[in-house]
């Protein structure tokens, strides 16, 4: 039985993309074809979004929609079936999709998101002829008030599914905005979208969704916790076997080392030896010494507390006194931007820096580092130790959230079984971070066991598949009502 699945996000790979978000919210319902569901994608429509449409067409209005006209707009973008909500009053700025060119959120951000979740309810509710979802999937807080909407619909409506891709971002905004928002009194509750004395839209989700996925099963655990639950904790457990948490993939053919467009020379697992071509690649575009015998640590990664940035600074002496050489791609957090500069500067030929975003040079980073490191200090999942298995880098990361997931700690019992693929480490500190890299050293100096570790993260399934599975079996579950 097909079913019929709209999922909801701010962002989707390739049309826009800030972080892992998009590239699940663009992976998923292509992943989920196989498993007879119809996924389309309700996104916003930023300027270039509505540059990459296909075939757009207008299929609805909404006169007026939070202060100006808005179109729904239908069409294809990536392999996608995508609606598109076109609202230049809300979308057509500047900037990324959550702030403007000072880096400061727009302060109508809740009327922004409440928008496209309002009309992801209305899609739910049957508003368009001959598109009638089984299901709604909100991603993130963005969309978190689309569950909330079909709950207080008090008519027969679609099952809903809300994924938590990050706890730390809540979308909260004051409980003034209530009406203004079109949710009814009623909702201002704690069993509603009420969050300690304001409006939370992904509390709205968690609390009003039929399920609540994160995107791995010891991330679900951690959110449980009060050391990882985010103010939320409480509630997640309230919600018992209603949460559970299903491993995130990557999107196997753009993430191909065998045909990657980004790089000199493709390669296999039994073509290693032509990796080597990406090695000395990496080196000539960041500027590090063209030496082949020093390995080379990647990181690319959002430049964060979360992600245990201001450790690998702490660490770097280490690193360096090791021979190892750092190649870095990311931005975030202006202290630790300046931070990293001021370290590529004062290491020339060792550190190599790209502030920003370059996704061809994210590609590069994966398949000519020897190790990429991953040392956050929480992670619901993580995507690029999982495009590093791919390609052939050693995963390097903190033993947490879906990093202790998808990487198997090469230890000796691991490596004389045959089923290591990198090294986890047990927080993100100075201490666990050096010990980490001692463990790194020694493995390079052992060409014959660095070369199995490669071969068994290649080996390793890191494809939506088995995850489509699991939320095909979600989707079913939840349309039976």
Not at 189 to 214: M, N, P, W
Not at 303 to 319: C, H, I, N, Y
Not at 433 to 459: F, K, P, S
């Amino acid at each position: 039985m097909t079913l019929t699945a709209l999922s909801v996000a701010s962002e989707v790979f390739p049309l826009i993309k800030t972080g892992g978000l998009a590239d699940v919210a663009g992976a998923l319902p292509l992943a989920l074809t196989a498993e007879g569901i119809a996924s389309h994608v309700l996104l916003p429509g930023y300027p270039s979004v509505l540059a990459a449409l296909e075939g757009a067409r207008t299929v609805l209005d909404f006169n007026p929609l939070f202060g100006g006209t808005a179109h729904l707009l239908a069409g294809r973008a990536g392999g996608l079936e995508l609606f598109v909500l076109d609202a230049p009053h809300l979308y057509a700025r500047p900037g990324n999709p959550y702030s403007g060119p000072d880096g400061a959120d727009w302060p109508d951000n809740p009327q922004r998101f409440a928008a496209l979740a309002q009309v992801a309810a209305r899609l739910g509710l049957g508003a368009l002829p001959g598109f009638q979802p089984d299901v709604v999937h909100a991603h993130d807080w963005q969309a978190g008030l689309a569950p909330a909407y079909l709950h207080y619909a008090g008519t027969r409506r679609p099952g809903t599914v809300m994924t938590v891709h990050n706890l730390a971002f809540q979308g909260q905004c004051d409980r003034a905005w209530l009406e203004t928002l079109g949710l009814p009194p009623e909702a201002w509750s704690i069993d509603g979208v009420e969050s300690y004395g304001g409006i939370g839209f992904l509390k709205a989700g968690l609390q009003l969704a039929d399920r609540v996925t994160t995107v791995s099963p010891t991330y679900a655990a951690e959110i449980r916790t009060p050391a990882g639950g985010m103010g939320l904790d409480g509630l997640l457990r309230y919600r018992g076997s209603a949460v559970s948490g299903i491993l995130n993939g990557i999107d196997t053919a753009v993430w191909d080392p065998a045909g990657d467009p980004f790089l000199p020379s493709p390669y296999t697992a039994a073509t290693l030896q032509a990796r080597e071509a990406s090695r000395a690649a990496l080196r000539a575009r960041l500027g590090l010494v063209d030496d082949p015998a020093a390995p080379v640590i990647g990181i690319v990664s959002r430049l964060s507390w979360q992600k245990g940035m201001d450790t690998v600074l702490e660490a770097l002496p280490a690193l360096l006194a090791r021979g190892m050489r750092l190649a870095v791609l990311g931005a975030g957090d202006q202290g630790l931007q300046n931070a990293f500069a001021h370290a590529a500067a004062t290491h020339p030929g060792q550190i190599g820096l790209h502030l920003g975003y370059d996704e061809g040079l994210a590609h590069l980073i994966q398949a000519g580092c020897d190790a990429l490191l991953v040392p956050s200090r929480f992670e619901p999942c993580g995507l690029t130790q999982l495009c590093a298995l791919r390609y052939g880098a050693m995963p390097v990361v903190a033993r947490v959230g879906g990093l202790a997931d998808t990487v198997i700690d090469a230890n000796e019992m691991a490596l004389a079984a045959g089923v290591g693929t990198g090294i986890q480490f047990a927080s993100a500190t100075r201490d666990a971070l050096e010990a980490a890299l001692d463990r790194v050293a020694t493995l390079w100096r052992d060409r014959e066991a660095w070369a199995r570790i490669q071969h068994n993260g290649m080996a390793s399934d890191v494809s939506w598949a088995g995850p489509a599975r699991r939320y095909a079996a979600l989707y079913r579950e939840v349309s039976v009502r």
